[in-house]
Nanobody, 123 residues
Framework: QVQLVESGGGLVQAGGSLRLSCAAS????????MGWFRQAPGKEREFVAA????????YYADSVKGRFTISRENAKNTVYLQMNSLKPEDTAVYYC????????????????WGQGTQVTVSS
């Protein structure tokens, strides 16, 4: 497994932008597909975006498509989530997750998780 640490969360006004980062340590980062998930108070954790090991394939939830971009730098063991045109409904704790090899979009498919970073979007 890899150890994951998220950063970059904070408070932003609606329409603003944030970039989340997730630093990985442990086994070979480039062997892992990576995902971002989020959990709002009282709701289940939901898929946001995922990227394959090489960065050539990405998936997005419909709610963030066109506004969020996932990317990775394997040389830096880091995956990013660029969030633009933020809305109050994007408010949640955002989690980074990893799984070996193939890309997936469900929480149960990922076996390594970070501690989460809070994103709050004010109206």
């Amino acid at each position: 497994q890899v150890q994951l640490v998220e950063s970059g969360g904070g408070l932003v006004q609606a329409g603003g932008s944030l970039r989340l980062s997730c630093a990985a340590s442990g086994r070979t980062f480039s062997s892992y597909a990576m995902g971002w998930f989020r959990q709002a108070p009282g709701k289940e954790r939901e898929f946001v975006a995922a990227i394959n090991w090489g960065g050539s394939n990405t998936y997005y939830a419909d709610s963030v498509k066109g506004r969020f971009t996932i990317s990775r730098e394997n040389a830096k063991n880091t995956v990013y989530l660029q969030m633009n045109s933020l809305k109050p409904e994007d408010t949640a704790v955002y989690y980074c997750a990893a799984r070996l090899w193939d890309i997936r979009t469900t929480t149960g498919a990922f076996d390594s998780w970070g501690q989460g970073t809070q994103v709050t979007v004010s109206s």
